[in-house]
């Protein structure tokens, strides 16, 4: 049962355009998101995140949107890079009193020069 | 700069060895996880542990014990290596989040990864 779900396995943008990500739950107890970079050979690094209690979070070129009615999360990147190239996970964690995370199965991000 | 460290960056191991995989992060953190990840898969969670001597399953357990006799160091060990075992495993750790309050600061931290291989 995935209850993370990333339903693009992949996704082509061209240098300098926007990137968005997409990410849906099923479960209404997740109350926290993040998102994670990984390139291959390494382990995943932090993006961004955010709480339930907002809709929207920036940080310089990315950007996290919320939607608790619909369950879905994206990730904006603005303008994309080469560097940006890489696999992007949503991850999810709720008030089970643990923060284990719950990843979706990944958005491989190629950006074309 | 929050270091997590795992043992070896590639293993390979015959079937039906006893192998372990090492973990070690230098923050203090109190939650570690033990993460593989498979193409199409994601990642997905076999243990976790948020004390010492504390530990709880996972999503995918099965074929697998956890270690934590130390806050700094979480062991995973196949107990019996299979060929269905060979992927990448992900050390992760975390602060415990205080007063229901999530920030950045409770995001998880990776290892580099260990790539296993069991022939």
């Known amino acids: 049962d995935q209850q993370v779900k990333q339903n693009s396995p992949s996704l082509s943008v061209q240098e300098g355009r926007i990137s968005i990500l997409n990410c849906d739950y099923t479960?209404?107890?997740?109350?926290?998101f993040l998102w994670y970079k990984k390139y291959p050979a390494e382990g995943p690094t932090f993006l961004i995140s955010?709480?339930?209690?907002?809709d929207k979070n920036e940080d310089g070129r990315f950007t996290v949107f919320l939607n608790k009615s619909a369950k879905h999360l994206s990730l904006h990147i603005v303008p994309s890079q080469p560097g940006d190239s890489a696999v992007y996970f949503c991850?999810?964690?709720?008030?089970?009193?643990?923060?284990?995370?719950?990843f979706g199965t990944g958005t491989r991000l190629t950006i074309i020069p | 700069d929050v270091k997590v460290t795992q043992s070896s960056r590639y293993l390979v191991k015959r079937t039906g060895e006893k192998v372990f995989l090492e973990c070690v992060q230098d923050?203090?953190?109190?939650?570690m996880f033990w993460y593989r990840q498979d193409p199409g898969l994601g990642l997905r969670l076999i243990y976790f542990?948020?004390?010492?001597?504390?530990?709880e399953k996972g999503d995918i357990p099965e074929g697998y014990s956890v270690s934590r006799e130390k806050k700094e160091r979480f062991s995973l060990i196949l107990e019996s290596a299979s060929t269905n075992q060979t992927s990448m495993y992900l050390c992760?750790?975390?602060?415990?989040?205080?007063?229901?309050?999530?920030?950045?600061?409770?995001?998880?931290?990776f290892g580099q990864g260990t790539r296993l291989t069991v022939v």
């Open positions: 992760a750790s975390s602060l415990r989040f205080r007063a229901g309050i999530r920030n950045d600061e409770t995001e998880a931290f």
């Open positions: 479960n209404s107890m997740f109350d926290y």
């Open positions: 955010i709480s339930s209690i907002k």
């Open positions: 991850a999810a964690s709720g008030n089970f009193g643990n923060e284990k995370l719950t």
């Open positions: 923050m203090d953190h109190e939650n």
């Open positions: 542990s948020y004390d010492v001597k504390m530990k």
